[in-house]
């Protein structure tokens, strides 16, 4: 079988240092997306997203920089909390996917930051062990091979944790380094003798230091350099490194009347240098005040020949700072983001929790960031405008992806996450072109989510940690949308509501009708206020796309109504299934008695429960599945056992007909019917082993056991049988996916390929579904998995079937 990645879909990591835009050459942003580390184009003309993602470390990626190599071969640093750093470079056939050629051990405790110096081959790493390294990259000139030597190791006094470190040649001899972090204090070394000593502190903030960036005044090498700092003081301070005994002529920033009362505080007694060969003075410079929070980066970029400082805050906004020609007052030119008065009532919808990274793009006329749901935002400027417009980026989520589910039709992909959010992707269809983006945020929770599942192609349920199950239905403007933009043909959307929102302290999405832009909401007719929350109304401007939506519109507007909620279980929801019908919804909770593993059935039309309860299990119940024609419903649990409840006469009602209670060795943690008319069905446990299983008249015959390398975590089949063969496929809980194919007639001879690793999960998979609607040998599969990625799967069956 022939596999290709079709889209991939992952947030980005909440660390200012987790991500990096290669400005020498290969264009490619890289960040850390939980322990691995996503490539991404902004620039990409076809909007791919997300082309290739790395696997190696073990624990969270915190720091990611681009090495600058003089040749064209991009290297990539990475550091993690699994305490390595790892060096990657480009494969010789595919420049577009890296390798790893080399794991660096070294620190004691997780790397934080990384930091790379243009036309050197020193980089400094600081880690939460209360140190500071200096490495050294030993290479050929094609970098081809790739070492890596420990040069010096700064154990920080008095001790802190370096969250930021930035280096820069301070002369022709010497280089230095600044380090800062939870102190508020920044510590400067200066080389001699390829060795660094502390030579200077500087003090003023009140806080944490979270950015560090050093630049020169002006391009040519003789020039002042400049130093950055910005920190969770709210303020950004500019200081001054001048070469000579003589200090520079004092900034005319600092009288700046802005600064009112801080005139007193800000203190410009100079602090001295000294290289091997020349004296420096550091100088406090100036004082940028404007951001209402937390500063978490900040960096330079020489654009159209002035000196720009781009800042993210933890306010929801991105600065760029400029000096003005004639005073020398830094004055910020340029605010990207959301102003405070955008910020919807809850948490939910409405502060998006600030920008943790900002980025410079390669050629200066576009900057991205990256916010606290793990959506990428991205802006570029109009020349011809003189302004800022945002474009498209890439969103994914932050936590765990517990299930995915196809539209019944199998136009869109539902996913469902422990970062509480329920997203929908598709496909967004324009002429010559097609690309995978998210469309809409139907659910933002307050509970972890933990499964889904499709009622009709408008209408799905899911389930959580909070022991009851809730059903949305699609509003019109997403209707709309996805009918424009997707070519996904709805029914009548006359008579939905347009929108949803959350109110304030609530839980459920409420349905709202969008108001026209120049309708008043504020007031009524006698002109008293009527209590309108500002945020329960929505615009209709702000549901008209002619692209797919950013990530102010997925956090705000693009919710879905909540329709009914199902009550009854005791424990957090573990399972979920829709008939094949559509009237049935059958779901379980965590349990560890058989008073709480029952099985709960729900008609869809009154959504009443269907009673008695199906008692079998005696431990959680962790996956159902209806049989192709609703006859049967499958169940396996905790408990290693299986149970087949057939349909009986009186409708939504299902009897026990076979169980078997020692179906596997160890637990079961998934299960899936064949669509075979003989009923077949498979089951995966912990046992890795995946189990095939035929009924006939009187009983339940174990057909065919596939062994894996790991606890089967999901297994799926496709829904069609094709050229007489079956395929399903199983994932484990080290992230393989592997695709089978047996034939009909003979279940027990069992095809196993993997797909490569390359383009798996680096960790355990939690749900795979086949694509409905897909024709002949042409197959896809979502997979969802505990790298917190959302992937789709192209695969091509060869003809000729299974030998």
């Given at each position: 079988?022939?596999?290709?990645?079709?889209?991939?879909?992952?947030?980005?990591?909440?660390?200012?240092?987790?991500?990096?835009?290669?400005?020498?050459?290969s264009?490619?942003?890289?960040?850390?997306?939980?322990?691995?580390?996503?490539?991404?184009?902004?620039?990409?003309a076809?909007?791919?997203?997300?082309?290739?993602?790395?696997?190696?470390?073990?624990?969270?990626?915190?720091?990611?920089r681009?090495?600058p190599?003089?040749?064209?071969?991009?290297?990539?640093?990475?550091?993690?909390s699994?305490?390595?750093?790892?060096?990657?470079?480009?494969?010789?056939?595919?420049?577009?996917?890296?390798?790893?050629?080399?794991?660096?051990?070294?620190?004691?405790?997780?790397?934080?930051?990384?930091?790379?110096?243009?036309?050197?081959?020193?980089?400094?790493?600081?880690?939460?062990?209360?140190?500071?390294?200096?490495?050294?990259?030993?290479?050929?000139?094609?970098?081809?091979?790739?070492?890596?030597?420990?040069?010096?190791?700064?154990?920080?006094s008095?001790?802190?944790?370096?969250?930021?470190?930035?280096?820069?040649k301070?002369?022709?001899?010497s280089?230095?380094?600044?380090?800062?972090?939870?102190?508020?204090?920044?510590?400067?070394?200066?080389?001699?003798?390829s060795?660094?000593?502390?030579s200077?502190?500087l003090?003023?903030?009140?806080g944490?230091?979270?950015?560090?960036?050093?630049?020169?005044?002006?391009?040519?090498?003789?020039?002042?350099?400049?130093?950055?700092?910005?920190?969770?003081?709210?303020?950004?301070?500019?200081?001054?490194?001048h070469?000579?005994?003589?200090?520079?002529?004092?900034?005319?920033?600092?009288?700046?009347p802005?600064?009112?009362?801080?005139?007193?505080?800000?203190?410009?007694?100079?602090?001295?240098?000294?290289?091997?060969?020349?004296?420096?003075?550091?100088?406090?410079?100036?004082?940028?005040?404007?951001?209402?929070?937390?500063?978490?980066?900040?960096?330079w970029?020489h654009?159209?020949?002035?000196?720009?400082?781009?800042?993210t805050?933890?306010?929801?906004?991105?600065?760029?700072?400029?000096?003005?020609p004639?005073?020398?007052?830094?004055?910020?030119?340029?605010?990207?983001?959301?102003?405070s008065?955008?910020?919807?009532s809850?948490?939910?919808?409405?502060?998006?929790?600030?920008?943790?990274?900002?980025?410079?793009?390669?050629?200066?006329?576009?900057?991205?960031?990256?916010?606290?749901?793990?959506?990428?935002?991205?802006?570029?400027?109009?020349?011809?405008?003189?302004?800022?417009?945002?474009?498209?980026?890439?969103?994914?989520h932050?936590?765990e992806?517990?299930?995915?589910?196809?539209?019944?039709?199998?136009?869109?992909?539902?996913?469902?996450?422990?970062?509480?959010?329920?997203?929908?992707?598709?496909?967004?269809?324009?002429?010559?072109?097609?690309?995978?983006?998210?469309f809409?945020?139907?659910?933002?929770?307050?509970?972890?989510?933990?499964?889904?599942?499709?009622?009709?192609?408008?209408?799905?349920?899911?389930?959580?940690d909070?022991?009851?199950?809730?059903?949305?239905?699609?509003?019109?403007?997403?209707?709309?949308?996805?009918?424009?933009?997707?070519?996904?043909?709805s029914?009548?959307?006359?008579?939905?509501?347009?929108?949803?929102?959350i109110?304030?302290?609530?839980?459920?999405?409420?349905?709202?009708?969008?108001?026209?832009?120049?309708?008043?909401?504020?007031?009524n007719m006698?002109?008293?206020?009527?209590?309108?929350?500002?945020?329960?109304?929505?615009?209709?401007?702000?549901?008209?796309?002619?692209?797919?939506?950013?990530?102010?519109?997925?956090?705000?507007?693009?919710?879905?109504?909540?329709?009914?909620?199902?009550?009854?279980?005791?424990?957090e929801?573990?399972?979920?299934?829709?008939?094949?019908?559509?009237s049935?919804?059958?779901?379980?909770?965590?349990?560890?008695?058989?008073?709480?593993?029952?099985?709960?059935?729900?008609?869809?039309?009154?959504w009443?429960?269907v009673?008695?309860?199906?008692?079998?299990?005696?431990?959680?119940?962790?996956?159902?599945?209806?049989?192709?024609?609703?006859?049967y419903?499958?169940?396996?649990?905790?408990?290693?056992?299986?149970?087949?409840?057939?349909?009986?006469?009186e409708?939504?009602?299902?009897?026990?007909?076979?169980?078997?209670?020692?179906?596997?060795?160890?637990?079961?943690?998934?299960?899936?019917?064949?669509?075979?008319?003989?009923?077949?069905?498979?089951?995966?446990?912990?046992?890795?082993?995946?189990?095939?299983?035929?009924?006939?008249?009187?009983?339940?015959?174990?057909?065919?056991?596939?062994?894996?390398?790991?606890?089967?975590?999901?297994?799926?089949?496709?829904?069609?049988?094709?050229?007489?063969?079956v395929?399903?496929?199983?994932?484990?809980?080290?992230?393989?996916?592997?695709?089978?194919r047996?034939?009909?007639?003979?279940l027990?001879?069992?095809?196993?390929?993997?797909?490569?690793?390359?383009?798996?999960?680096?960790?355990?998979?939690?749900?795979?579904?086949?694509?409905?609607?897909?024709?002949?040998?042409?197959?896809?599969?979502?997979?969802?998995?505990?790298?917190?990625?959302?992937?789709?799967y192209?695969?091509?069956a060869?003809?000729?079937?299974?030998?």
């Amino acid at each position: 079988m022939n596999v290709s990645s079709e889209f991939v879909s992952i947030g980005g990591n909440r660390n200012p240092a987790a991500a990096d835009w290669d400005v020498y050459g290969s264009g490619i942003l890289a960040f850390g997306a939980d322990d691995c580390i996503a490539l991404w184009d902004p620039q990409n003309a076809s909007l791919a997203g997300v082309h290739a993602v790395l696997t190696g470390h073990t624990k969270a990626v915190n720091a990611v920089r681009f090495f600058p190599s003089p040749s064209d071969v991009s290297i990539l640093i990475t550091g993690a909390s699994d305490n390595t750093i790892r060096v990657w470079r480009p494969q010789e056939n595919n420049a577009s996917k890296y390798a790893c050629v080399k794991t660096v051990v070294g620190h004691t405790s997780s790397v934080t930051k990384i930091a790379t110096l243009p036309e050197s081959d020193l980089f400094a790493s600081g880690s939460s062990d209360g140190s500071a390294k200096i490495w050294k990259l030993v290479h050929d000139e094609s970098f081809t091979s790739i070492d890596v030597e420990l040069v010096q190791t700064i154990t920080l006094s008095p001790r802190y944790f370096p969250l930021i470190l930035a280096l820069a040649k301070l002369d022709t001899d010497s280089i230095v380094l600044a380090v800062a972090g939870t102190r508020p204090g920044i510590q400067i070394f200066v080389s001699r003798d390829s060795q660094f000593q502390l030579s200077a502190t500087l003090t003023g903030h009140e806080g944490w230091i979270r950015a560090l960036d050093f630049t020169r005044e002006s391009s040519d090498a003789s020039g002042d350099l400049l130093l950055a700092s910005a920190s969770q003081d709210k303020y950004i301070r500019l200081w001054r490194f001048h070469q000579g005994s003589e200090l520079p002529v004092a900034s005319s920033a600092l009288n700046d009347p802005a600064l009112g009362g801080f005139v007193k505080s800000l203190s410009n007694k100079p602090h001295w240098i000294e290289s091997a060969t020349s004296k420096h003075s550091i100088t406090f410079e100036a004082l940028l005040l404007g951001h209402e929070d937390w500063i978490y980066t900040a960096s330079w970029r020489h654009r159209d020949g002035k000196l720009q400082l781009l800042s993210t805050s933890e306010d929801n906004s991105l600065a760029i700072w400029e000096s003005d020609p004639a005073s020398g007052v830094w004055v910020c030119i340029t605010r990207l983001g959301e102003i405070s008065a955008q910020k919807g009532s809850t948490s939910a919808t409405g502060s998006a929790g600030g920008f943790w990274i900002g980025l410079w793009a390669p050629d200066g006329n576009s900057v991205v960031s990256l916010g606290r749901t793990g959506s990428w935002r991205k802006w570029t400027y109009s020349p011809e405008a003189d302004m800022w417009t945002q474009q498209i980026a890439i969103t994914g989520h932050v936590r765990e992806v517990r299930g995915v589910a196809w539209s019944r039709d199998g136009s869109y992909l539902l996913s469902t996450s422990q970062d509480q959010t329920t997203r929908l992707f598709s496909e967004w269809k324009r002429e010559g072109a097609s690309s995978w983006h998210e469309f809409s945020r139907p659910q933002i929770h307050g509970y972890d989510l933990n499964c889904i599942d499709t009622i009709s192609d408008s209408q799905f349920l899911t389930g959580a940690d909070e022991k009851l199950l809730r059903v949305f239905d699609e509003p019109g403007g997403v209707a709309h949308m996805l009918s424009k933009l997707c070519n996904i043909k709805s029914k009548n959307t006359d008579n939905l509501p347009d929108a949803a929102n959350i109110p304030v302290l609530g839980l459920s999405n409420k349905a709202i009708q969008a108001v026209g832009d120049d309708e008043p909401t504020e007031e009524n007719m006698e002109g008293e206020r009527n209590g309108v929350d500002p945020a329960s109304i929505v615009r209709k401007s702000a549901l008209e796309f002619s692209q797919p939506p950013f990530e102010d519109h997925l956090a705000r507007h693009l919710l879905w109504p909540e329709t009914e909620k199902l009550y009854g279980h005791g424990y957090e929801i573990s399972a979920v299934a829709v008939s094949r019908d559509g009237s049935l919804v059958a779901t379980a909770c965590r349990a560890s008695s058989i008073d709480h593993a029952v099985i709960r059935l729900y008609d869809t039309k009154e959504w009443l429960e269907v009673k008695p309860a199906l008692k079998a299990h005696s431990l959680t119940v962790t996956s159902l599945q209806f049989s192709p024609d609703d006859k049967y419903l499958l169940s396996v649990g905790r408990d290693r056992q299986w149970a087949v409840w057939e349909r009986s006469q009186e409708p939504g009602r299902y009897a026990l007909k076979h169980s078997n209670p020692k179906g596997h060795s160890r637990m079961i943690l998934n299960c899936a019917w064949t669509p075979l008319e003989q009923p077949t069905f498979l089951t995966a446990g912990r046992d890795k082993t995946v189990k095939v299983w035929q009924i006939t008249d009187t009983e339940v015959q174990l057909k065919g056991t596939v062994a894996a390398d790991a606890s089967v975590t999901a297994v799926a089949s496709c829904g069609k049988v094709i050229d007489g063969v079956v395929m399903f496929a199983f994932g484990t809980e080290t992230g393989t996916v592997g695709l089978a194919r047996t034939k009909a007639e003979s279940l027990s001879d069992v095809e196993v390929e993997t797909i490569s690793s390359e383009i798996s999960p680096a960790k355990a998979i939690n749900q795979i579904v086949w694509r409905p609607g897909r024709e002949g040998e042409r197959q896809q599969i979502a997979v969802a998995a505990d790298d917190s990625s959302v992937r789709v799967y192209n695969i091509v069956a060869a003809t000729g079937g299974v030998q």
